[in-house]
């Protein structure tokens, strides 16, 4: 039980701090995230997007 309080707390925090990274504005938009994903198995690969 104790391990399962454990992941939870964490899924927690990781989701706060997720929300709070979208509030900032510190997000990637999809279309970018797609094109790269897209891109992974071609002669050019683009850069990961930020």
């Excluded at 707390?9 to 706060?16: A, E, G, M, N, P």
Aim: charged share 20%; aromatic share 4%.
């Amino acid at each position: 039980m104790a391990d399962w309080n454990a992941q939870a707390d964490k899924h927690d925090q990781l989701t706060q701090e997720a929300l709070a990274d979208v509030d900032a504005g510190q997000v990637i938009d999809h279309q970018a995230v797609l094109a790269w994903a897209d891109s992974l198995g071609s002669d050019q690969p683009l850069t990961v997007p930020r």
